[in-house]
């Protein structure tokens, strides 16, 4: 699906043109375009990366092809960026899109598999005319932007998961968290191989490397990239707690299986007396002085029950029960 957006002075002019007018917008010096391909099919890909726009084949083919961390290159008359985005049609845990950027002077082409909340707002502040889009490079970077705010529900969502199994741990009963711990480990160091990286993206554009780039818009770059270090610096941090949580979690394991030990030991222990003075009196042997006593069977259930009672106290002193 192509969606066209065409601006005059920070004003909409057009919006949604056909594949030749595109070329003659293309051609025109004086206007802004924005060009979003949304899970475009083979021929809309080939007739606006390659016809209209004329990209690098390289850049193209890096465009198309799944990229699994942010990158930016410099092809002089235009940057092409990866960036990644929340993908929000996944609910059951965290993951990412893909978005492409070509950055000209005087145009932008973004494209994106799965639908992006980013390019959504932005499309409808076209749409509307708002904010006046003026620049290529503001366009960029309000889409960057909104793309970086789309991650901050992502983190309070995994800030509360680590507070709920912060407080199962140290509850009573936890049961196995294991799957929960393995997945949220999982779901956060995908947050930071994705987030590091874009950071330096950001960061590439936020210090005048490029042309396209203007001066003026460096401090709007900037100020991305620092919200992108605070979410690295959160997760960072979610990182930390979860491993104490796991730690935490191992030895409430351990204590738990050692108490159960304890009772274990202190039964047999318990159990011991009987259980050596009943074998012993059980042997079949002919000749046991002490069966012909007639107190023998008293002393026999006296002795038990005197060691037993040993046992216990000292089982009772060693805290086994």
Known sequence: MIHSFI????????????LEALRLVRADKGLLL???LENPTEDEIKSILENVFQFHPLAIEDCIAPNSLPKVEDYEDYLFLVSHGVDYSRTEKFNTTELSVFLGKEYVVTFHRQPLRSI???RERCAKNIGGIRSADRLAHLILDLLTDNYKPVVDEL???IEEIEETVLAKSAGDLTPALLQLKSEISHLRQIVRPQRDVINRLAHGESKI???TSLPYFRDVRDNLIRIEETAAGFADQLLISFDLYLNKSSFEANEGIKVLTALTAITLPAVVIGTWYGMNFEHMPELDSPYGYYGCIAATAVLTVLMWRWCKRKKFI
């Open 7 to 18: 601006f005059s002075d920070g004003r909409l002019v057009g919006q949604d043109l056909e």
């Open 213 to 215: 780039i203007r001066p």
């Open 159 to 161: 800030r509360g998961e």
């Open 120 to 122: 959504q707002a932005v």
């Open 34 to 36: 924005w060009v979003n």
